[in-house]
């Protein structure tokens, strides 16, 4: 606007009057209300280019979240599967277990009834033993026996085969060779 159109305003607003002084303020409102938008406008521009910037920065983050949620699911579903072969594995080992705590028994009882026969067949042993050592003894008293017997024969034999010479001598020839 030049000044010759504030001249040309103003002596519009004079013959106008009150309406013309209502008229120029609504006129000056609008003009600065126009300037506010204006404003308001670059404002809003300036908002939506961050708005555009922060919703890429969003979009990239949602995406990459997205991508780090199917890698923590791919990672969960694999502790999964370890989780499934580790509890295979106990109850495998568990039945382990089992089947050596039976043969664990099994043999413990088998070495019961072992030890069981073997001290049946050491008294066995025992009473035959004592049996031997019965004989054993009762055959030394009989060699003792004998030596004694042996000795006495010994001791008589002498004078036996004397009283013999005599008696031989005495007998007739012809008794003497049959």
Partial sequence: MGAGDVVFVA?????AGIYGAIILVLMMVVGVLSGVIAVQWRHSNKVYGY???ERDTLNKTISESKTAMREMLASMEDRNDITKELSAVIQKQAATFEILIERFRNWFDNME???VRQA???AAQAEAM????GIITDCRNAITNTQTDVSEIKRVMPTFLQELKV????LPRRARRA
């Fill in 167 to 170: 008696v031989i001598d005495t």
């Fill in 11 to 15: 002596e519009q607003v004079r013959a």
């Fill in 113 to 115: 009834k072992e030890h």
């Fill in 130 to 133: 004592r049996q031997i050592v």
């Fill in 51 to 53: 708005r555009l910037a």
């Fill in 120 to 122: 049946a067949v050491i």
